[in-house]
């Protein structure tokens, strides 16, 4: 899987056809990438995967880039931790607009 490296993304302008946020408790957001051949996480200088706090704050970050899809998947533990069946093989891909609310 390929790094894309928050400097980069800071100082250059990319095309990115998917930008999927991964939403997980906490206001905890990562972004997974994919422009051209390439798809991969984004990463901060300590070479973690960079936190996003807030869909503001990932619409701010990507505000220069020019973004084709972008969608939302959330996925949570607690159903299979109280008992409740487990969850489908594929979780649900929700619309995230990458337009700043007015």
Same mark, same amino acid.
């Given at each position: +899987?390929?790094?894309?490296?928050?400097?980069?993304?800071?100082?250059?302008?990319?095309?990115?056809?998917?930008?999927?946020?991964? =939403?997980?408790? +906490? !206001?905890? @957001?990562?972004?997974?990438? %994919?422009?051209? !051949?390439? %798809? /991969?996480?984004?990463?901060? *200088? =300590? *070479?973690?995967? +960079?936190?996003?706090? =807030?869909?503001?704050?990932?619409?701010?970050?990507?505000? &220069?880039?020019?973004?084709?899809? =972008? @969608? +939302?998947? &959330?996925?949570?533990?607690?159903?299979? $931790?109280? /008992?409740?069946?487990?969850?489908?093989? &594929?979780? $649900?891909?929700?619309?995230?607009? $990458?337009?700043?609310?007015?």
């Amino acid at each position: +899987m390929y790094k894309f490296w928050r400097k980069d993304l800071e100082t250059n302008e990319w095309d990115i056809d998917v930008l999927e946020v991964q =939403s997980f408790e +906490m !206001n905890v @957001y990562l972004v997974q990438l %994919t422009s051209g !051949n390439k %798809t /991969g996480l984004v990463y901060d *200088d =300590s *070479d973690k995967p +960079m936190r996003f706090y =807030s869909a503001g704050h990932i619409r701010e970050f990507f505000a &220069h880039c020019t973004v084709a899809k =972008s @969608y +939302m998947k &959330h996925e949570t533990p607690y159903d299979e $931790m109280i /008992g409740n069946p487990p969850k489908a093989e &594929h979780a $649900m891909a929700l619309p995230f607009s $990458m337009d700043m609310p007015y």
